[in-house]
């Protein structure tokens, strides 16, 4: 890879509160007072959103706009797969979380040979389906569609023929079929749970590091720890929820949780994670400046946003010089 290329998705039709489509243009507001070139750094690309919907009836109650959902996933799907292709970096900010499933689509269309791991930076495991939701919002849905997990040992909800149909579109989307296994998922910061996910994660045996195994541990051990249970991964994607970060640091977002990470703290993980030559993606979600004061939480972001991009360029020149001879020249092999 040579390059990071910008993939910006405003898409917050996942989301249960507005204004999540509105992060990426905070971010760029935080970018500019804290009086940094980021933005012009980067090329970028703006995947449609179709959150016009938002303001027509919604028909599918167990999976709120599912069809505008799937196509905006198809667009994410493709538009991380040609980024792939390229060879450049595809770095996702996004609106809601539900727009996750189509980046984890889009890789493993661009490598559908290789093996992926997820690491799921989040305050919300996001394993429900339209069988299990109490809400039926999306953004808690992108791992049930990634495993193609439908807990229908806990289901509590009749989904109409029309939001099955979707729901398969969307476990199908890139590649047929399961993006990754349980044990190439690795949770951290989850904390704000229901019961059928608590018992799907328990019966898929999923790790989950809270609060008082990372501050044992720390931000260096914990990530070399999620490598080495990824160590059968070919490609390792990394999905950053802001709600990960503690409440104090995280009003801006749709759901805030206590008991979470602090800014300095995400920033380390993000380092310690991202210089890992098999990190092909990051993600950073569920900036909602509607229920922020003074753009705190995304200038919080930016500084994590940062730090994150600094990590993964790093390991790009890295990558860059020991590909090439003694005078230059591309090595062999």
């Known amino acids: 890879m040579k390059r990071i290329k910008l993939i910006e998705v405003r898409s917050e039709l996942g989301a249960g509160t507005r204004g999540a489509s509105l992060g990426i243009d905070a971010l760029r507001i935080a970018c500019l007072n804290k009086g940094s070139d980021y933005f012009r750094r980067f090329n970028a690309v703006a995947v449609p959103d179709l959150n016009h919907v938002l303001f027509d009836k919604n028909h599918f109650p167990y999976a709120k706009h599912i069809d505008s959902v799937y196509t905006v996933l198809k667009g994410i799907a493709n538009t991380v797969e040609q980024t792939l292709r390229f060879g450049e970096f595809p770095l996702v900010l996004a609106g809601d979380h539900s727009n996750a499933a189509g980046t984890i689509a889009g890789i493993k269309a661009a490598y559908p040979q290789k093996t992926l791991g997820v690491v799921w930076i989040d305050a919300h495991a996001d394993i429900h389906s339209p069988y299990t939701t109490p809400s039926g919002n999306m953004h808690g849905m992108p791992l049930a569609m990634a495993l193609n997990e439908d807990n229908r040992a806990l289901q509590r909800n009749e989904p109409e023929p029309e939001t099955e ?33 608590d018992e799907l994660i328990a019966r898929l045996g999923i790790k989950n590091y809270v609060l008082d195994e990372f501050r044992a541990k720390g931000p260096k051990l914990v990530a070399r720890e999620i490598y080495e249970r990824l160590r059968f991964c070919d490609l390792v994607y990394v999905s950053f929820d802001v709600d990960s970060l503690d409440s104090r640091f995280s009003k801006g977002t749709g759901t805030p949780v206590e008991a979470g990470l602090n800014v300095q ?57 020991t590909s090439r001879g003694p005078r230059g020249e591309v090595a062999n092999g």
């Open 265 to 321: 703290e995400a920033i380390s993980l993000c380092h310690h994670l991202l210089e890992n030559e098999r990190v092909v993606c990051f993600e950073m979600v569920e900036i909602n400046p509607t229920l922020d004061s003074e753009n705190t939480m995304a200038q919080n972001a930016f500084d994590i946003l940062e730090a994150a991009t600094d990590a993964i360029q790093e390991r790009l020149r890295l990558e860059a010089a």
């Open 165 to 197: 149909f979707f729901w398969r579109r969307l476990q199908n989307l890139g590649e047929p079929g399961p993006k990754l296994t349980p044990e190439h998922l690795v949770y951290v910061m989850v904390r704000d749970t229901q019961q059928e996910e």
